[in-house]
C-alpha cells in the first residue's frame, strides 16, 4: 500500500486557482504553511502563524548581499510571488527602500490576499516586465534581487 507522507498540518487544501496570460495560479495550505504555485511549480511559502517566514530556505541567502556591502539602502526585487522575500526585507532593514517588479497583477493580488503582503511607504510594487522596468526607469539599487 502506498502511504502518503504531508507536511505536520495535514494534506494541503486549495484556496485559489486562477489563470492568466502569465501563469496558472494555485493557492494551497495545508494549516501550517500557505504556497503559491505556478502549475506545479512552488513559487513562494509562508507560514500560516508568522506570515514573515518562509518556508523556502534558498531566500535566506539574499540577505549575504550585507557581506559585501554594507551601505544598502535601495532594493528591487525582480519578481513577487507570495512576497516572502520583500517582507522579510522590509521587517529586518527599517531603513531599506524596496522595489518589486512583477509582470502578473494577479499575482499582486494573490500576495495581498493570501500573503499578507502589503505595499506601503518603503515597499512599491510595480506592475511591469522587469526588463522593460530595468530599460526605463532613472532610479539606481544598491541590490537587486532575480526571484522571478
Not at 498540518?9 to 501563469?23: A, I, N, V
Not at 495560479?25 to 508568522?50: C, P
Not at 531603513?95 to 500573503?115: R, T
Amino acid at each position: 500500500m502506498l502511504k502518503h507522507f504531508w507536511a505536520p498540518g495535514g494534506p494541503p487544501k486549495t484556496l485559489f486557482t486562477k489563470t492568466t496570460d502569465h501563469h496558472q495560479i494555485v493557492v494551497t495550505d495545508n494549516g501550517e504553511v500557505r504556497h503559491l504555485k505556478f502549475g506545479d511549480s512552488l513559487q513562494s511559502g509562508m507560514y500560516v502563524n508568522d506570515p514573515v517566514k518562509s518556508d523556502f530556505q534558498y531566500t535566506e541567502y539574499f540577505h549575504l548581499a550585507w557581506v559585501f556591502k554594507q551601505d544598502i539602502r535601495m532594493v528591487l526585487f525582480l519578481g513577487l510571488g507570495g512576497g516572502s522575500a520583500p517582507k522579510k526585507f522590509h521587517a529586518d532593514y527599517p531603513a531599506l527602500e524596496i522595489d518589486i517588479v512583477e509582470i502578473d497583477p494577479a499575482v499582486v493580488e494573490v500576495a495581498q490576499e493570501y500573503f499578507h503582503f502589503r505595499s506601503g511607504a518603503r515597499l512599491h510594487v510595480i506592475v511591469d516586465d522587469a526588463r522593460a522596468y530595468l530599460a526605463k526607469t532613472d532610479k539606481r539599487y544598491d541590490l537587486i534581487i532575480h526571484d522571478a
